[in-house]
């Protein structure tokens, strides 16, 4: 995208001229009834709002979390029209850029919080606009309650609704989601990728939407970690009676493995459909209303699919495996991958039929392409599984928030030094010392399926290894 174009979309989220705040203590009872101002004077006719009490407290638990920060907004306020004064209260959550002055400079590069921006300013609403257009309104998408949004080069600031006041609230990464958690995860799925492939037909997604043509982010890190997963993977099968001849089996298939992983992110074949796509989907990006029944089952009821900083244009089955791969247990997969996914086929072709597109698009052939790009889901699968389960990586991340934030006189020191070493970073000698470090840490969260501290990982992992083998996946004979 030049940089005019990138100029011209990011005059258009500016929103107000009032500075952003950079880090939590920089919001202020001025910004917050700022904000509340604008945001209710879209809804009804001139008003007034005055900010009696705000507090402000985390909205992660130390670890959670791989990009920005979040704060947990709650406002007592009283709003005054020309006929009547009112008391309301608002519970709101607050997402600012990365504390880390590199990763800020990253996203800013990557244009990762315009996506985020426009995903819920004008993507989402543009394609609900679209179904109801076409009298879709039951495959409209769900979005949390929007209240205030600003993105420029240098500032970034989203306001929405804390939907865990409504009763949502994210899956532990240990549990997995439920048959029904996925079920509704794969509904909200088809429906943006069938919504974006129809509105594209029609109108063009990516010349409304250029900053979804690519993401440079995904990219750089798509190799990093294809050969690691799968190593610790062969380190937890060397501790178990009888797995020799199958380890020989994994390092024989391994070159091929790495040569069709390598071609899966690039080659584009007839059965593709390219659409809109999360890139990010896992349980931690996914909020369900949960409600207990009187005997204390648990029932869900409703979903909202958040963080879309890494969504881009790219072939529907990547988020299917990225999903299915990173957010469920062996045995969900065992009994219920199936229905899974002709679940997903089948509103697919239900939203693309409603929108008024044609598609020859058979079960058979969306089969062909899952199975086409199982190398991704096996190995990138065992690679986030790793990732989101690792003990180490929590503590790591834990650490890294508290020492990231440059507040005070040095914030001027760290963006600059963020912007001339970036370049940097992103060069091909430091991109792979990176890759060596990455090989380093990966050794170690392999130990914790090797000491008995983390079983969950160790029996997803395996549960991948073994699930993979029995598919034929490490059968050179079979490709």
């Not at 979804?212 to 190593?231: H, Q």
């Not at 914790?448 to 004979?477: C, H, S, T, W």
Request: aromatic content about 12%.
């Amino acid at each position: 995208v030049t940089c005019t174009l990138v100029k011209a979309w990011t005059n258009n989220l500016k929103g107000s001229s009032m500075k952003a705040p950079e880090y939590p203590p920089d919001i202020s009872r001025e910004w917050v009834e700022f904000v509340l101002n604008e945001y209710e004077n879209t809804q009804q006719p001139p008003v007034t709002v005055i900010v009696n009490t705000y507090t402000l407290s985390d909205g992660l638990k130390p670890g959670d979390g791989f990009a920005g920060q979040l704060v947990r907004l709650d406002v007592e306020a009283t709003l005054s029209t020309k006929d009547r004064t009112q008391k309301k209260d608002y519970h709101l959550m607050v997402k600012l850029m990365d504390a880390s002055a590199g990763d800020r400079e990253m996203n800013r590069r990557s244009r990762t919080d315009v996506r985020e921006m426009l995903m819920y300013r004008q993507v989402i609403p543009e394609l609900n606009k679209f179904a109801k257009d076409h009298g879709g309104d039951e495959f409209c998408l769900t979005m949390p309650g929007f209240i205030y949004g600003k993105c420029t080069d240098d500032e970034f600031v989203l306001v929405m609704d804390n939907l865990k006041i409504q009763g949502f609230d994210t899956i532990a990464n240990e549990k997995g989601l439920s048959y029904t958690q996925m079920m509704m995860t794969v509904e909200y799925l088809a429906k943006v990728h069938a919504l974006s492939y129809s509105y594209d037909k029609k109108h063009n997604f990516l010349e409304k939407f250029p900053f979804y043509e690519n993401d440079s982010m995904t990219n750089m890190f798509f190799s990093f970690g294809k050969y690691e997963g799968l190593a610790n993977a062969k380190m937890a099968l060397n501790t178990e009676d009888g797995t020799g001849e199958f380890i020989k089996k994994i390092e024989k298939a391994e070159p091929r493995l790495m040569k069709e992983y390598d071609e899966a992110r690039q080659k584009v074949t007839p059965k593709s459909i390219m659409c809109l796509t999360h890139a990010d989907l896992w349980n931690k990006n996914l909020m369900f209303k949960l409600t207990k029944e009187d005997n204390g089952t648990e029932v869900t009821e409703d979903i909202h699919v958040l963080d879309w900083q890494r969504s881009f244009w790219n072939t529907s089955v990547f988020d299917l495996h990225f999903l299915i791969y990173s957010s469920t247990t062996h045995q969900l997969r065992k009994e219920h991958l199936e229905q899974i996914l002709q679940h997903y086929h089948s509103l697919f072709i239900r939203v693309t039929t409603k929108m008024g597109i044609a598609l020859n698009w058979s079960y058979e052939d969306f089969k062909a392409e899952y199975r086409r790009l199982q190398v991704f889901g096996v190995l990138r699968g065992l690679t986030i599984t790793q990732l989101t389960l690792s003990e180490q990586i929590k503590e790591w991340k834990g650490k890294s928030a508290a020492n990231a934030v440059p507040y005070g006189f040095m914030k001027p020191v760290y963006y600059y030094l963020a912007k001339i070493l970036t370049p940097v970073k992103l060069s091909a000698p430091v991109q792979y010392m990176m890759f060596t470090f990455f090989k380093y840490m990966f050794g170690y969260i392999g130990k914790e399926m090797l000491d008995g501290k983390n079983p969950v990982m160790r029996e997803r992992v395996l549960g991948i290894v073994y699930e993979a083998d029995a598919d034929g996946f490490f059968d050179n004979e079979s490709k």
